[in-house]
């Protein structure tokens, strides 16, 4: 296909992650997690977050945040979110459908949650006519792709446990924004107070596979075995989704494959924030770059460029690097734009 600007989903497998696929390809091992690939991974998420680390393996972001949420609320109980969350804007309803539970979209002005935007919906209803919220759900990076400053992060979590609530965070790109922060995802998620992490794999160098992490381990030890079966993300081949973490998790791979997909795109930013046409629109703190264009523009640019026109409105582009993009194809997207303005 023509290269793609378009998400960091387009990204081939890091070659440290497919060979430890096939290192993993060889003679039997027991499934559903019984294997010897899975505990070792398991192991590397506890030396990364600590010894209470409650670990499952899921194949996806949608079916990791859904058995995630799931194991922390009621029917009758809601996650409160941004407006602009996965969890709400791109995942068809699936945590509403499969839980019962509500989704409760809150509009910020860029992405981020914070105390103002949640106080006006916990001071709602408390009876049975309403939705009781129990989760609060942020993401990390943001899917305009900001970050939270860590005090942000433990402001929230402060906030949230001091009304009865838990704090979810979404890191499909938690590496991204631990690598543009300088720390570590232990640091923005754990060390903060946040009770549940989906860390993100596949949009960082793996074939598939997310990892839902419990940080107390009585949250979740007798439901969530449960939950990932009925949510049907048990892997049975599990050593497959394993092996990939344990690689990314060694070495520091996962901040290597992060810091270069946000290098890449600080790259673009630089080269592309000077063109007449182009206007920024957003922090451009990760591997994620919005911008408006002129329409016409933005159609001729695509067809030599895959990317997508984030809103249509505006209307606003969205262009994404990752773990592989090249100096190269920085360059040769950045000459697509300057002629596709200059006809």
């Not at 929230?156 to 938690?174: K, Q, S």
Request: hydrophobic content about 45%; some cysteine; aromatic content about 10%.
């Amino acid at each position: 296909m023509k290269r793609s600007f378009a998400s960091d989903n387009n990204a081939p497998i890091a070659p440290e992650i497919l060979a430890a696929i096939l290192e993993a390809n060889h003679g039997d091992a027991v499934g559903y997690g019984r294997d010897e690939w899975t505990q070792r991974a398991i192991g590397r998420f506890r030396e990364h977050f600590g010894e209470r680390t409650d670990v499952y393996f899921a194949f996806n972001g949608t079916g990791a945040n859904v058995v995630a949420l799931s194991c922390v609320t009621k029917p009758w109980e809601a996650v409160l979110c941004p407006l602009t969350a996965h969890l709400q804007t791109d995942e068809c309803g699936a945590f509403e459908r499969f839980t019962g539970s509500k989704v409760i979209p809150i509009p910020t002005r860029d992405g981020k949650l914070r105390i103002a935007d949640l106080e006006p919906y916990l001071h709602a209803g408390h009876d049975e006519h309403h939705p009781q919220p129990r989760v609060i759900s942020i993401s990390q990076s943001t899917e305009y792709g900001d970050v939270y400053e860590p005090d942000e992060v433990r402001e929230l979590c402060a906030f949230a446990h001091a009304r009865g609530l838990y704090v979810h965070v979404d890191g499909a790109r938690i590496s991204n924004a631990a690598a543009a922060l300088g720390t570590t995802p232990r640091a923005l998620t754990v060390d903060l107070g946040v009770d549940i992490l989906t860390f993100g794999g596949t949009k960082n160098g793996l074939m598939f596979g997310e990892a839902i992490c419990f940080f107390d381990p009585t949250l979740a030890a007798n439901v969530a075995p449960f939950a990932r079966k009925q949510g049907m993300q048990l892997a049975s081949k599990m050593r497959y989704v394993a092996a990939q973490f344990e690689a990314l998790l060694t070495e520091d791979r996962w901040l290597r494959y992060a810091s270069h997909a946000n290098a890449m795109a600080a790259r673009l930013l630089e080269r592309i924030r000077t063109i007449e046409g182009v206007r920024i629109t957003r922090n451009a703190r990760c591997n994620a770059i919005f911008a408006t264009m002129d329409r016409a523009a933005i159609a001729r640019a695509q067809e030599r460029v895959f990317f997508y026109t984030f809103d249509e409105a505006l209307p606003e582009v969205r262009w994404m690097t990752h773990w592989a993009t090249t100096e190269d194809d920085i360059d040769d997207f950045v000459l697509a734009v300057k002629e596709s303005l200059a006809t």
